[in-house]
């Protein structure tokens, strides 16, 4: 009897396969509404407070690449204790290549966002990026064949009005300090943006469908990480985000004090605030030599 109510409490292997893969869906879209909502508001923070490296903000976007390496590991490490000959990474080399090269293209599209959002509000920015569907639903069709819906083409003519009718109205929410030519700049460069995003994820889900597995998924999507990351490291080295500046950024390096002026202007202002022996000091109007 014992048996049988453990038999009957224990619930059978789809059902609870079934509750894991919720879980997981609902914490993968807990996750990608947290970044999607906050990523681009604390972006936004770090340029309306002075900042100005673009390359830095795109490095973030894909700067946490290396937590995937934990879910890699933990699938070979079970395919090794399974089968010793197990090869390291599942994805064949031409998989891996095709991933590297979208990752780079993933790279160049978080610089070009970055950029845009330097110059538009959140609002403005976020309506515009999601013109991201709009391009998606096109490439998806020519890319992996993918039908067309009614919903689809409504959601489509929707966003194209909607960035119409922000484009109409530059001066309504252009952010104080950006002049009309660096709001339109933004402008297009967040729908380029869209538009190179809306091309990588067919081709990334043509590529999930020749590497057919959620290890390889991973793999995959780990390579891309890593060279997104890449692109924007190269990125910030060139434009020498590594550099400590004790300068503003408007001021030039070639006009910025050498460390011998930095000194004398040093020893200047100390030479105001402490006097030398035999100073004659007034204080209450008192004289006193020192």
Same mark, same amino acid.
């Given at each position: 009897?014992?048996?049988? #109510?453990?038999?009957?409490?224990?619930?059978?292997?789809?059902?609870?396969?079934?509750?894991?893969?919720?879980?997981?869906?609902?914490?993968?879209?807990?996750?990608?509404?947290?970044?999607?909502?906050?990523?681009?508001?604390?972006?936004?923070?770090?340029?309306?407070?002075?900042?100005?490296?673009?390359?830095?903000?795109?490095?973030?976007?894909?700067?946490?690449?290396?937590?995937?390496?934990?879910?890699?590991?933990?699938?070979?490490?079970?395919?090794?204790?399974?089968?010793?000959?197990?090869?390291?990474?599942?994805?064949?080399?031409?998989?891996?290549?095709?991933?590297?090269?979208?990752?780079?293209?993933?790279?160049?599209?978080?610089?070009?966002?970055?950029?845009?959002?330097?110059?538009?509000?959140?609002?403005?920015?976020?309506?515009? =990026?999601?013109?991201?569907?709009?391009?998606?639903?096109?490439?998806?069709?020519?890319?992996?064949?993918?039908?067309?819906?009614?919903?689809?083409?409504?959601?489509? #003519?929707?966003?194209?009005?909607?960035?119409?009718?922000?484009?109409?109205?530059?001066?309504?929410?252009?952010?104080?300090?950006?002049?009309?030519?660096?709001?339109?700049?933004?402008?297009?460069?967040?729908?380029?943006?869209?538009?190179?995003?809306?091309?990588?994820?067919?081709? =990334?889900?043509? #590529?999930?469908?020749?590497?057919?597995?959620?290890?390889?998924?991973?793999?995959?999507?780990?390579?891309?990480?890593?060279? #997104?990351?890449?692109?924007?490291?190269?990125?910030? =080295?060139?434009?020498?985000?590594?550099?400590?500046?004790?300068?503003?950024?408007?001021?030039?390096?070639?006009?910025?004090?050498?460390?011998?002026?930095?000194?004398?202007?040093?020893?200047?202002?100390?030479?105001?605030?402490?006097?030398?022996?035999?100073?004659?000091?007034?204080?209450?109007?008192?004289?006193?030599?020192?």
């Amino acid at each position: 009897m014992d048996v049988e #109510a453990r038999k009957d409490a224990a619930p059978p292997a789809p059902a609870r396969g079934k509750a894991m893969h919720r879980l997981l869906v609902a914490l993968n879209i807990g996750m990608l509404a947290l970044g999607a909502v906050g990523g681009p508001l604390l972006s936004r923070l770090y340029f309306s407070k002075g900042g100005h490296r673009q390359w830095l903000s795109a490095w973030l976007e894909t700067g946490g690449w290396p937590l995937l390496l934990l879910p890699v590991a933990a699938s070979y490490a079970l395919r090794r204790a399974r089968d010793r000959g197990a090869p390291a990474l599942l994805a064949p080399p031409r998989i891996l290549l095709a991933a590297a090269g979208l990752g780079v293209a993933t790279g160049a599209d978080d610089f070009i966002y970055a950029y845009g959002l330097a110059y538009l509000p959140v609002s403005t920015s976020a309506i515009l =990026i999601a013109t991201q569907l709009a391009f998606t639903v096109l490439f998806a069709f020519l890319v992996v064949r993918q039908r067309l819906s009614a919903a689809s083409l409504n959601a489509v #003519a929707l966003l194209t009005v909607g960035a119409v009718v922000l484009g109409l109205h530059v001066s309504g929410d252009r952010p104080a300090g950006v002049t009309r030519g660096q709001y339109w700049l933004g402008f297009a460069l967040t729908l380029g943006a869209a538009a190179l995003y809306g091309l990588v994820l067919p081709l =990334i889900e043509l #590529a999930y469908r020749r590497a057919a597995g959620g290890g390889r998924a991973v793999t995959y999507a780990l390579v891309m990480g890593f060279f #997104a990351t890449a692109f924007c490291t190269v990125g910030m =080295i060139v434009n020498k985000d590594f550099q400590v500046r004790s300068f503003p950024p408007h001021v030039s390096a070639a006009s910025a004090p050498t460390p011998r002026e930095s000194l004398t202007r040093a020893c200047l202002y100390h030479r105001h605030l402490v006097p030398s022996p035999n100073e004659k000091i007034t204080t209450n109007n008192q004289t006193t030599v020192t």
